[in-house]
């Protein structure tokens, strides 16, 4: 089993809509967790930490299930710059411990 | 503030010659990394460094060396180029274990 697995899509869904990805991990002792959104040939950029309790920003809501071992991004109300690719992010401890996901691909379309 | 900056942006080598790539952040962060990412591939961290004159080794380190002399660069050494080689190269810079910034990366083509 990978360390982080995702989805690669891609997710095709229409203007408007609510899309949802998911990230599993294989490591329990994984201490933090991130999403990124990298536009295509482009530098990943920070799009939310995923804090035990959930969190929301915007249209954005991440949240973290331990039990399962995932993570998950939602996005409501979907605009067609939301088309990118969300990679995930586990941190198990330490520098060299911090796995990226191959990305989800999100393709929002009029 | 730039925050991260690469040099060069792209750049084609031939097998068995070197190159340097530059990073460089004004933010006076400790942290640096470098990673590479191939095509349908995670992120693979080479190197990184908690501050001037410490670096160790990420994921995958064999056919590079890096220095950090001061806060600020980070430079990352390919001393003979491969084909296995060729991918996009990120540096990115962060306050501590947690989130990271990236540069806007270096398209190595070794041929």
Partial sequence: RKEVEQDPGPFNVPEGATVA???????SASQ????????CRKEPKLLMSVYSSG?????????LNRASQYISLLIRDSKLSDSATYLCV??????QKVTFGTGTKLQVIP | NAGVTQTPKFRILKIGQSM???????????YMYWYRQD??????????????????????PNGYNVSRST?????????????????????????????????????????
């Fill in chain 1, 55 to 63: 969190n929301e920003d915007g249209r954005f809501t991440a949240q």
């Fill in chain 2, 39 to 60: 095509p349908g591939m995670g992120l693979k961290l080479i190197y990184y460094s908690v501050g001037a004159g410490i670096t160790d080794k990420g994921e995958v």
């Fill in chain 1, 90 to 95: 586990v941190n198990s401890g330490g520098y």
């Fill in chain 2, 71 to 111: 806060t600020e660069d980070f430079p990352l050494r390919l001393e003979l180029a491969a084909p296995s080689q060729t991918s996009v190269y990120f540096c990115a810079e962060g306050v501590g274990n947690t989130e990271a910034f990236f540069g806007q990366g270096t398209r190595l083509t070794v041929v």
């Fill in chain 2, 20 to 30: 340097t790539l530059q990073c460089t952040q004004d933010m006076n962060h400790n």
């Fill in chain 1, 21 to 27: 990805f998911n990230c599993t991990y294989s490591n």
């Fill in chain 1, 32 to 39: 933090s967790f991130f999403w990124y959104r990298q536009d």
